[in-house]
């Protein structure tokens, strides 16, 4: 029977999809302007060196992007598609590693499909970012790790353990992956001389190499304070980090792996309906949302962000002046997507702890048609990055990648027993295809907005003859060319706009408080449109106007006054001594007293900006910050989470500002804090600033 050259298949589908999304363009993504610093600096002057932003090794990326630049020439572009080279290495890595784990040709094509089409993957193969090219390395390690662990071969294990210091000097966690490799090379061998010198050598190998590197770099170039660290990991763990990350953070992981593997977990359901019985998959089900109940009111903290964001991919910087964004989903809508994937996710976990039980019953009887070593070292792999993962300081939405093709690994059958029916298939293969398109039309649209937004820098900068430090031109631009980050109006701060420089932004939309004096246009997927990224000068204030209340000065027992006397607002709840942020006294709310500090603020004019933030207690109540006109249809805004600040004594500072919208007829808005709750909770030193242009 004639056999499909699935490698030569991947090939060619992986260079079509570059042609679709077309790579090309002098400009850096996310983190990568750091990384691209190193190689130019290289390039140009021959000399090693480390920026400061980066906690990784890296060296081992720089050296392999300084190859291509000193062939083709210093660009983004060319920096660019060494990664997509690399990031063809790791497919084809990914194909051979599912095969010499025991699956058959067909099925690790298709989970190599899920890897390419994984959104963080697919994205990131576009960039300079370190993710993929790890992960080409890690990959080719694990294929040779789990040669070796079947056949014995000192060859395999010996180039297993060059790959991985290879992959430990881009990202350091490429020490977990001997670390597994020990294990399970213990767990099936007979531990003799040999079987310990050859399980332990990839470890030394690669403690040893990782070891005398950070030496080096510390004596010649020191550590950056970002610089990752094992006694970093060692001290978060005692402080109790490890578990208040897994309370924290771990249904976020899983809410990404469950909604990108989402196809391969609807192709099982049907294995694991027909072998379980009807009490098993009820108490399967009571006690998948028993575990999962506590994080249902967290799902709204459930994105962690930087690559993956409503609807779009890649680090989106630029601000949006208008209720209008190019690419957003119905907040409903989004939700479902976050509730897919986080229920997905609660069925990863149980399929997880199907393979682990199998596992156990492997390693007791040395024989499965289910697993075999490599979903031992596959299971290995995922517990340790996981706290890893739990472990660390930062958490990223492309943090999941590393371990997604070992999850895969770990849930893809050696091969299909018994017949999917169509309807499944068919499900599961919408499913690839709707995760594969959204992939490649949301990289498409991220190239396609940089071009246009960085031929709008470039205007800025040589026709207009604007300074860099007067432009905020996103993250990357703000880093690599303007000299660090600058006060941007996504945060919206008090002072960015009592400045008197003259500043200019990039924006998705023209916006109140600004003047249009650019627009580059650009063709997008999602949605099908042309869109513009518009360059903005600020305009010059009318007028400005800050007061500060707390709960300290009265006035007839019916209202508190301004710090400095002139104004006042309702007092509505209970002035209390147990609390106070500062002063002697605080607003006390509970389920009978539910507003606080009312007022109306009059002579409210369209593009007018308004600030509030004030001080909570206890930090993480649900007490909320309200903006309303007398028509809530017309505005009505709405802050419980944006925690500017956290203070002593369990106070935070809770803040919001509105823009008030072009459109707006009335004249005034009300303003009040709000507890929804039976919860007391306190709040002090309110401070409300307007500014009018």
């Not at 601000?319 to 229920?343: C, M, Q, R, S, Y």
Request: proline share 4%.
């Amino acid at each position: 029977m004639f056999k499909k050259p699935y490698p030569f298949i991947l090939t060619i589908l992986w260079c079509a999809l570059i042609l679709v999304v077309n790579p090309i363009g002098d400009f850096p993504l996310n983190d990568d302007w750091s990384y691209a610093k190193d190689v130019k600096t290289f390039v140009e002057e021959n000399r090693l060196t480390f920026d400061s932003w980066g906690a990784m090794t890296l060296v081992v990326q720089t050296l392999w992007g300084t190859l291509f630049c000193k062939i083709f020439g210093f660009s983004f572009t060319v920096l660019r598609f060494s990664n997509l080279l690399l990031s063809w290495v790791a497919i084809l890595g990914c194909y051979h590693l599912f095969k010499e784990s025991g699956k058959s040709s067909q099925i690790a094509f298709w989970g190599t499909l899920l890897v390419i089409f994984n959104p963080f993957y697919f994205c990131l193969s576009y960039s300079y970012m370190t993710e993929v090219p790890f992960l080409a390395f890690f990959l080719w390690a694990s294929f040779f790790f789990i040669k070796s662990i079947n056949s014995g071969n000192t060859r395999h294990i010996v180039l297993a353990t060059i790959l991985t210091v290879l992959a430990t000097l881009i990202r350091q966690p490429g020490l977990l992956l001997p670390i597994a490799f020990l294990l399970v090379f213990f767990l099936k061998n007979k531990l003799s001389f040999k079987v310990i010198s050859q399980g332990i050598l990839p470890f030394i190998a690669t403690f040893s190499a990782l070891h005398l590197f950070v030496t080096w770099r510390r004596t010649h170039y020191g550590l950056s304070s970002n610089f990752g660290q094992v006694d970093q990991l060692i001290h978060n763990f005692i402080s109790g980090g490890f578990f208040e990350n897994i309370a924290d953070h771990a249904h976020s992981f899983f809410t990404y792996w469950g909604l990108f593997i989402l196809p391969l977990i609807i192709f099982l359901i049907p294995a694991f309906w027909k072998s379980t019985t009807n009490l098993q998959k009820l108490l399967s089900v009571i006690i998948a949302l028993f575990l999962s109940y506590p994080y249902f009111g967290y799902l709204h903290t459930a994105m962690l962000g930087n690559v993956f964001y409503n609807f779009g991919m890649g680090l989106n910087p630029l601000p949006t002046l208008t209720e209008n964004h190019p690419i957003t989903l119905d907040p409903n809508a989004w939700e479902k997507v976050i509730l897919i994937g986080f229920i997905s996710g609660i069925l990863l976990l149980k399929w997880m702890n199907i393979r682990l039980f199998q596992i156990v019953l492997f390693l007791k009887n040395k024989t499965s048609v289910n697993v075999n070593w490599a979903s031992v070292f596959a299971f290995a792999g995922i517990i340790g990055y996981f706290t890893f993962l739990m472990l660390g300081n930062h958490f990223f939405d492309r943090y999941t990648l590393t371990i997604f093709p070992f999850i895969v690994l770990l849930l893809l059958p050696n091969q299909v027993k018994s017949p999917v029916g169509l309807f499944i298939k068919s499900l599961a293969g919408v499913g690839l295809i709707l995760l594969g398109a959204f992939s490649v039309a949301a990289t498409h649209d991220l190239l396609s907005w940089n071009r246009a937004r960085w031929q709008t820098i470039d205007h800025s900068l040589n026709n207009m003859q604007i300074s860099p430090h007067q432009l905020d031109g996103g993250f990357e631009f703000n880093h690599y060319m303007g000299g660090g980050t600058k006060k941007h109006i996504l945060q919206e701060e008090v002072d960015w706009w009592t400045e008197k420089d003259e500043k200019y932004i990039l924006s998705h939309t023209p916006g109140c408080g600004y003047d249009n004096k650019a627009a580059f246009s650009y063709i997008r997927f999602i949605p099908p449109r042309i869109d513009s990224i518009y360059l903005l000068r600020n305009k010059p204030l009318k007028e400005f106007k800050e007061i500060n209340y707390n709960a300290e000065l009265v006035k007839n027992d019916s209202f508190y006054l301004s710090a400095d006397s002139s104004g006042q607002i309702k007092r509505l709840a209970i002035r209390s001594s147990e609390k106070s942020h500062s002063g002697n006294y605080s607003v006390k709310l509970n389920d009978e007293n539910e507003y606080a500090f009312a007022m109306t603020l009059e002579d409210v004019q369209p593009c007018d900006k308004i600030w509030a933030t004030v001080w909570r207690f206890p930090a993480g109540s649900p007490g909320a910050i309200v903006f309303q006109s007398d028509n809530s249809d017309q505005f009505y805004h709405v802050e419980f989470y944006n925690v500017k600040e956290k203070g002593e004594d369990g106070w935070e500072q809770l803040s919001t500002h509105i823009t008030i919208p072009a459109d707006f007829t009335d004249t005034s808005i009300d303003f009040f804090l709000q507890n929804p709750s039976n919860q007391e909770l306190w709040f002090d030193d309110l401070k409300i600033a307007v500014i009018k242009f």
